[in-house]
Every structure is written in structure tokens, then in C-alpha cells.
């Protein structure tokens, strides 16, 4: 199984810009996530979503945008890049109940110039 | 406001020696306790959990302590060897399965 598959893996755009992280998993779980990690802070929830059609927001929202219109996909949108944003960008899955593992992908190196 | 505070920030231990992770926490609420291990280009993967019913847990040379009055967990890790070499992150979850990390701590050790 591949897991969870994250595109692309580098990415460097300009301030202003948009682009949209993709995420994809094949463990038919119903929770995903995406976070953000920045040095030396961890890791912090951007948004996350319990099944198709369904989602809320984490910790740091603001900036970003997501949709949910499968189990398999949660794609992760930019729509006004600002330097702020110059992060490695995790996805991450896991079964419906709680306490369950979560299982990323090797992240989204992006930078905003 | 960081809910789950890790410590150290970097650790260099020798091959053979103990590596001590500390993390403290402040939500009540959290139950559900869980260690993820980072190589460099990787995403996280999780190393060991725990519940607060639970004052020890042990998986091989991973031995995570939990104090529920003092609110901290602990990550040991027995025996280090090079290929412990990573960045380990504790981390907290309520109901909903989304987690609270600590800052993280890179572990290197050396042969």
C-alpha cells in the first residue's frame, strides 16, 4: 500500500500567489488532517476533516483552504501566498475512532518568495 | 499557547547509553498520549502511546512514564543506538483524534 501520498514535494512560489497541496490515501480512513511544521515549533493542525463532505478548521486557519469530496482526497489551498506560509506541510489519516494512529505522508516542502 | 511543552530541544547521547524525553501538558482533557518518531524528508510515525490509566508502558527499548497528577509523560528510549538517530515528537489528543504537539527533540547518537 502506498500510504499517504503527498504532491508535490517542493515547491517555491511568489507572494500573491495560489497553489493547492495534494493529499491522497489509500487506507480507506476517514479522518484527515493537514498540518503545518515550522522549526523548532512543532507541529500545528491547519484543518481536518471526519469524512467526505465534512470539515473544520485546527489551530491556524487563517490562509488556508480545504474541501473533502471523497474519502481518498483532501486537497489543501493557498489563495494568497504570503511569506508566513514557508512551512513543510504534513497530511495525515487515520480510522474513524478515536485515539487511533495517525499515518502521514513525507510532507510538502514549500517556500514563498 | 503551547499546550504540550517538550523538553529538551536536542539531546547527543552515546551508543549503548538512555535517551530521556520530557513533556508536560496542561489540558486536562487530553486522553490519549502518543510519541512519534521523524527521520530527515519523512513524515512522522508513530513510535509508542499511552492512555492516563496507565502509569508505564514498554515496547522493546521505548518505555514511556506517566504522571497524571503532575501532567507530564516521558519517553525513554534504553540501549540508544545510531539508528535512533531522529527528532521525536510527544504529543496530547482529546476526543476527535486531533493532536497537540510538543516542539520536538533531536536525538543523536553517537556511535
Known amino acids: 500500500n502506498a500510504g499517504v501520498t503527498q504532491t508535490p514535494k517542493f515547491r517555491i512560489l511568489k507572494i500573491g500567489q495560489s497553489m493547492t497541496l495534494q493529499c491522497t490515501q489509500d487506507m480507506n480512513h476517514n479522518y484527515m488532517y493537514w498540518y503545518r511544521q515550522d522549526p523548532g515549533m512543532g507541529l500545528k493542525l491547519i484543518y481536518y476533516?471526519?469524512?467526505?463532505?465534512?470539515?473544520d478548521k485546527g489551530e491556524v486557519p487563517n490562509g488556508y483552504n480545504v474541501s473533502r469530496s471523497t474519502t481518498e482526497d483532501f486537497p489543501l489551498r493557498l489563495e494568497l501566498a504570503a511569506p508566513s506560509q514557508t512551512s513543510v506541510y504534513f497530511c495525515?489519516?487515520?480510522?474513524?475512532?478515536?485515539?487511533?494512529?495517525?499515518?502521514f505522508g513525507d510532507g510538502t516542502r514549500l517556500s514563498i518568495l | 499557547q503551547q499546550q504540550v511543552k517538550q523538553s529538551p530541544q536536542s539531546l547527543i547521547v552515546q551508543k549503548g547509553g538512555i535517551s530521556i524525553i520530557n513533556c508536560a501538558y496542561e489540558?486536562?482533557?487530553?486522553?490519549?498520549f502518543p510519541w512519534y518518531q521523524q527521520f530527515p524528508g519523512k513524515g512522522p510515525a508513530l513510535l509508542i502511546a499511552i492512555r492516563p490509566d496507565v502509569s508505564e508502558k514498554k515496547e522493546g527499548r521505548f518505555t514511556i512514564s506517566f504522571n497524571k497528577s503532575a501532567k507530564q509523560f516521558s519517553l525513554h528510549i534504553m540501549d540508544s543506538q545510531p539508528g535512533d538517530s531522529a527528532t521525536y515528537f510527544c504529543a496530547a489528543s482529546t476526543a476527535g483524534n486531533k493532536l497537540t504537539f510538543g516542539g520536538g527533540t533531536r536525538v543523536l547518537v553517537k556511535p
Open positions: 495525515a489519516s487515520s480510522y474513524l475512532s478515536s485515539n487511533q494512529p495517525q499515518h
Open positions: 476533516s471526519v469524512g467526505a463532505g465534512i470539515t
Open positions: 489540558n486536562t482533557a487530553f486522553d490519549y
